[in-house]
């Protein structure tokens, strides 16, 4: 397309100039006593010099007077780039696990990028790779008055106030989190995580409840974590004398989670701590269904210790007809015929809980009691010393145990009492319950951990 107007206009200038060329015309100007006489195209082609001498003139003016910004813009670029080149370094230094290079790194940066948001992220970092709190605080602050790093500032800050044991500055944090980005998975988690640090079930409750609502926390996870905490406020309620109250909160962890033998143990013995003993017998059998286990034995034989060894053992009967090939149904009844002198009666429960038990054989519990069968009846040492070395090398009995550090616990709680770790705790064996998810009360890291950049998360 330039070939064509290239020629069009070379063909209007011949055509000018020979026009010119073939008319020359006469110009006469008369200034201030001079007279200049010429032609016209004479006059043409000064005019012409004039206005490329002005063109020429008018760019090194223009030059001259950009010069300086040239020169600023030039001296920010130089900048600029050894700035990002000491951010990369920095950000290297901090993967390799070299804090004293990345503090020198994120100083450099800090200085070259005038406090760009990267430059104060790799300052924090390598202080608290460095150990030096107070300067990864005073970078975290800075962070706080940036909109796109604010966030990351309260992250950083919230950390630091768990690493230092300061859980209600930690919370004011991860709580202005939360509240400027509700779906913010970390932030919910870690409000949660320190509300149940602190036993502050109520609130743990509404968090959970506005987790639930945004779906930050999947359906099942989310009723199990309901139910432990529904029954730590049925025990706080129970402290405060409110004991129907806290029948009720039992009986909707219960429902949330039928197959935790904690939550109907609960809302048994508080229905007979309230004297409502019919109530808890039926809430007993409804549960010994799904999740029997001994402390629902001791709760049902409580409604029953006024009776004869013999009516013991009806009412044993009768809950172990619930669920008859439950272990411990058959263990409830051989229990409570041994304690009736029915000899016939505990022998063919045991010898059919002993048939029935999984490898690598009988739990402990198993072996003792038929230690204790053959010794009573019909009084054979030899045999009841079998049982007893028999014991020895069983597996364990079914106890409480966590599921994140496997330490075992006397009972039932929200939190490990060992490594602190939120609904845990399961009522298991050998071996070893399967893992379910739990909620680790453990700060979280702001960017990176000393093993690299692979644990950035969200």
Do not use: K
Not at 50 to 73: K, N, Y
Not at 205 to 225: N, Y
Not at 243 to 257: N, P
């Amino acid at each position: 397309m330039r070939g064509p107007l290239a020629l069009i206009l070379i063909a209007a200038f011949v055509a000018a100039a020979a026009f010119v060329a073939d008319h020359p015309g006469h110009v006469a100007i008369v200034w201030q006593g001079w007279q200049i006489d010429t032609s016209v195209g004479v006059l043409a082609v000064a005019l012409v010099v004039v206005l490329a001498i002005l063109a020429v003139a008018g760019g090194v003016a223009r030059g001259l007077f950009r010069l300086p910004q040239r020169w600023r813009r030039h001296r920010r670029e130089r900048r600029r780039n050894a700035g990002f080149t000491a951010l990369g370094g920095g950000f290297a230094a901090l993967a390799a696990g070299d804090p004293d290079e990345a503090q020198r790194a994120a100083r450099r940066a800090v200085l070259l990028l005038d406090g760009m948001p990267a430059s104060l992220v790799l300052s924090a970092e390598a202080a608290q790779l460095a150990g030096d709190r107070a300067t990864a605080r005073r970078s975290l602050n800075a962070m706080l008055e940036r909109p796109e790093t604010e966030l990351l500032g309260l992250r950083g800050l919230c950390a630091e106030a768990m690493h230092a044991g300061d859980v209600p500055a930690a919370l004011d944090f991860a709580e202005r989190a939360r509240r400027l980005r509700p779906q913010l998975a970390w932030a919910v988690e870690t409000v949660l995580t320190l509300q149940l640090r602190a036993a502050r079930w109520e609130e743990a409750r509404d968090t959970l409840a506005d987790a639930e609502r945004r779906h930050l926390v999947p359906p099942d996870r989310m009723r199990r974590h309901r139910s432990a905490i529904l029954i730590e406020l049925a025990r706080a309620a129970e402290t405060r004398g409110e004991l129907r109250y806290a029948a009720t909160l039992a009986a909707q962890a219960s429902a949330l989670t039928p197959d935790r033998p904690a939550a109907w143990c609960e809302e048994a013995r508080l229905l007979i701590a309230s004297g409502r003993s019919r109530a808890a017998r039926r809430r007993i059998e409804e549960g010994w269904q799904v999740a029997p286990h001994p402390e629902l034995a001791r709760l049902y034989g409580r409604l029953s210790e006024n009776g004869s060894a013999l009516a013991r053992f009806e009412a044993a009967q009768r809950l172990a007809a619930c669920n008859p090939e439950a272990e411990e149904s058959r263990v409830l009844v051989a229990e409570a015929a041994m304690a009736a002198r029915l000899w016939g009666e505990a022998r063919r429960h045991l010898a059919s809980a002993v048939a029935a038990a999984s490898p690598p054989g009988p739990p402990q519990r198993l072996c003792r009691l038929m230690a204790q069968l053959e010794e009573s009846e019909p009084g054979d040492p030899a045999r009841a010393r079998e049982w007893l070395d028999r014991a020895i090398a069983a597996p364990p009995d079914r106890r409480y145990a966590c599921t994140n550090c496997g330490g075992d616990s006397p009972g039932w709680h929200a939190l490990c009492p060992h490594c602190g770790s939120f609904d845990t705790i399961v009522w298991g064996g050998a071996p070893a319950p399967a893992p379910m998810p739990g909620l680790p009360l453990e700060p979280v890291p702001l960017l990176l951990a000393p093993g690299g950049l692979a644990r950035w998360r969200q």
